[in-house]
């Protein structure tokens, strides 16, 4: 498992567990991977290492902060992705 699968499953699951409580955001597939994008460009900075066993290392180390991290970029995510969603509106089902 390497550092991306790694911080995106990260956010993935983070966002699984606040989506409840956006219920203005859209999480259609389109808005949901650009929510993902956004967290994962913030973390990316934070977590980039050069050799894969220190990547190891250091996430293994550190699940409670990399989770506190994503869980802030996610955040991040739905704010921009609520405020100008990039999906195509003719795809979106208003039922
Ligand atoms: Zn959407």
Redesign the pocket.
């Known amino acids: 498992m390497g550092l991306k699968n790694y911080t995106e499953e990260v956010a993935v699951e983070v966002l699984n567990e606040i989506k409840g409580m956006h219920p203005n955001c859209?999480?259609?597939?389109?808005?949901?991977q650009d929510i993902i994008a956004i967290a994962l460009t913030r973390l990316k900075g934070k977590y980039a290492v050069t050799r894969e066993g220190e990547i190891f290392a250091r996430v293994e180390q550190s699940d409670r902060q990399v989770r506190a991290d994503a869980l802030l970029a996610v955040m991040e995510g739905i704010e921009k992705?609520s405020k100008r969603?990039?999906?195509d509106p003719d795809k979106?089902k208003l039922d």
């Open positions: 859209c999480f259609c597939e389109k808005c949901t992705v969603p990039k999906h979106i």
